[in-house]
């Protein structure tokens, strides 16, 4: 069953900032430094879309954009946002049900994997992986554990949470970094953001 974030559509911006502040939109802001001019872009699970918001002030022409959002109340708010003169297709699809040609100079994942168990993550990642041209990059960003007292019970309150409110699967964060390796990318840059919970990393492929 996938997860549904419906439920959340209304509240979820407002609850993220409440606990998080600034430090999931300063995670994703992040990465879209490392979009290059007239790229061909693909975002999935891009949530309420304010990330289009933040492209356009980076971008505001010349990127051809591809958004795939599973929730539709989510992709409703989406498609309210600015996309400046960039061409952006929204598809309202889980993305393991979505075939793209492999076109795509960069890709975005902006905390979605941590919605999949080890198992669905993986086939997930090896799905969007095909999407990606030679040489492209994949921006992607998520929680992580460094051992701090406090990570533990919050990962375990979110994943108590969203598994009530969205239905998601996911228990544990699966092992991102080694899919990356594994499928051939190397980090090119990073940061870290809420005392390391959270990591931004620039993935390049080959
Ligand atoms: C944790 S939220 C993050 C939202 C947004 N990136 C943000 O940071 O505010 C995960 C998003 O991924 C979407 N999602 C989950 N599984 C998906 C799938 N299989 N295909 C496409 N979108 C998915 C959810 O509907 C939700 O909007």
């Not at 891009?46 to 599973?70: A, C, F, K, M, R």
């Not at 999407?131 to 929680?143: A, H, Q, S, T």
């Amino acid at each position: 069953m996938p997860a549904n974030y419906n439920n959340s559509a209304w509240f979820y911006d407002r609850l993220s900032r409440l606990v998080y502040g600034k430090a999931l939109i300063k995670a994703q802001v992040y990465l879209l430094r490392f979009i290059p001019p007239n790229s061909n872009i693909l975002i999935v699970g891009g949530g309420t879309g304010w990330i289009l918001d933040e492209i356009v002030n980076i971008h505001p022409s010349g990127l051809q954009i591809t958004y795939v959002e599973i929730a539709p109340k989510m992709m409703a708010l989406s498609k309210k946002r600015k996309a400046g003169n960039n061409r952006v297709i929204f598809i309202n699809e889980a993305i393991e049900d979505v075939r793209l040609l492999p076109d795509f100079d960069v890709i975005i994942t902006p905390f979605l994997f941590d919605n999949f168990t080890e198992q669905t993550f993986k086939q997930v990642f090896n799905h969007i992986h095909s999407f990606l041209k030679p040489g492209g990059l994949w921006l992607n960003c998520d929680f992580q554990l460094k051992g701090k007292w406090w990570q533990k019970g919050l990962l375990k309150s979110m994943f108590l949470f969203f598994r009530m409110i969205c239905d998601i699967e996911a228990s544990a964060l699966p092992d991102v970094n080694n899919q990356f390796n594994q499928c051939g990318y190397k980090a090119i840059a990073s940061q870290t953001f809420f005392g390391e919970f959270i990591i931004s990393q620039v993935y390049k492929q080959g």
